[in-house]
């Protein structure tokens, strides 16, 4: 059984920077993309960022120039560098594993940005 864990929420001021950490354990194959998810109050959950396998990232353009997701692969931890953060980051943000064809979500780590 995969598990996946979050770390690294918290409150923080306009402007702020946060570092988010997943770190998946069990029998994992092959990750395929690991992503960061984020779900605001009345929102629907939004990709933030994904990493894949080859080393290319994505990124939500409202985070791009912020965000930065990277990856230890030794240690199947990925991370969520959030610079500049704004009341508008707030939410709850989800790390989820791809290992084709099965996918596993974290429990979520609350960002709240105040202004």
């Known amino acids: 059984q995969v598990q996946l864990v979050e770390s690294g929420g918290g409150l923080v001021q306009t402007g702020g920077t946060l570092r988010l950490s997943c770190t998946a354990s069990g029998i994992i194959t092959s990750i395929n993309v690991m992503s960061w998810y984020r779900q605001a109050p009345g929102k629907e959950r939004e990709l933030v960022a994904d990493?894949?396998?080859?080393?290319?990232?994505k990124y939500v353009d409202s985070v791009k120039g912020r965000f930065t997701i990277s990856i230890n692969n030794a240690k199947n931890t990925v991370y969520l560098q959030m610079n500049s953060l704004e009341p508008e980051d707030t939410a709850v943000y989800y790390c989820?594993?791809?290992?084709?064809?099965?996918?596993?979500w974290g429990q979520g780590t609350q960002v709240t940005v105040s202004s």
């Open positions: 989820m594993l791809v290992a084709t064809p099965y996918s596993y």
């Open positions: 990493i894949f396998r080859d080393g290319r990232t």
